[in-house]
């Protein structure tokens, strides 16, 4: 008998995201996750820290991504141009991974304060991680901070774009509408 039960993880994810929708995030609990999925606690310890964890996993990898892509980005493009390149470039590794459940995560989130107080510190992590990047690049600190802010703004913006209408362009091409959006307000005034 194999140690791991094969497409363990996927079901517990699977069975979380069905009880959420269901009842709601607060009122399920791991027990009732478990139970749904056929699995023991044990199994879903193997994948997950909590409950929480179900719908974050390896968002914890974002920051560092993004940074990595800030660093990584043409030494010739300025700091905004860096920054977006790097939204673009993560924007289309990032929908692979969570394209089919993204709407119902996004749901899942806007009921739930615990969860929106997640996502405030998710992308704390991330304007730091960008930040940080920026100022690696030469950016002045103010210039990076400000920076980091607006790219977290563009990435809100456009994630939530895409996730209502995930059909209608790539996860990329809504980070490049979004800065292009920003740009053009910005001309205008």
């Known amino acids: 008998m194999p140690r791991w039960e094969q497409g363990a993880e996927d079901r517990l994810r699977e069975a979380a995201l069905q009880l959420f929708l269901e009842h709601g995030y607060e009122n399920v609990t791991v027990a009732q996750i478990t139970e749904r999925a056929g699995l023991t606690r044990r199994t879903f310890s193997r994948y997950f820290a909590d409950k929480r964890d179900v719908l974050f996993a390896g968002s914890e990898r974002l920051p560092g991504a993004l940074a990595e892509a800030v660093e990584n980005a043409d030494a010739a493009l300025t700091p905004f141009q860096a920054l977006r390149t790097a939204l673009e470039q993560v924007g289309e590794m990032l929908a692979d991974r969570v394209a089919p459940h993204a709407a119902q995560r996004q749901a899942i989130a806007k009921g739930s304060a615990e969860l929106q107080e997640r996502e405030l510190t998710k992308f704390a992590a ?7 990047a920026l100022r690696k690049r030469g950016a002045a600190p103010s210039t990076a901070e400000l920076l980091a802010n607006v790219g977290v703004a563009i990435f809100r913006t456009a994630f939530g ?8 362009a790539t996860l990329p091409d809504r980070m490049r509408e979004a800065a292009i959006e920003l740009a053009h307000a910005l001309d205008a005034h």
């Open 161 to 168: 774009r895409w996730v209502e209408h995930p059909d209608a």
């Open 126 to 132: 991330i304007t730091a991680a960008v930040d940080a």
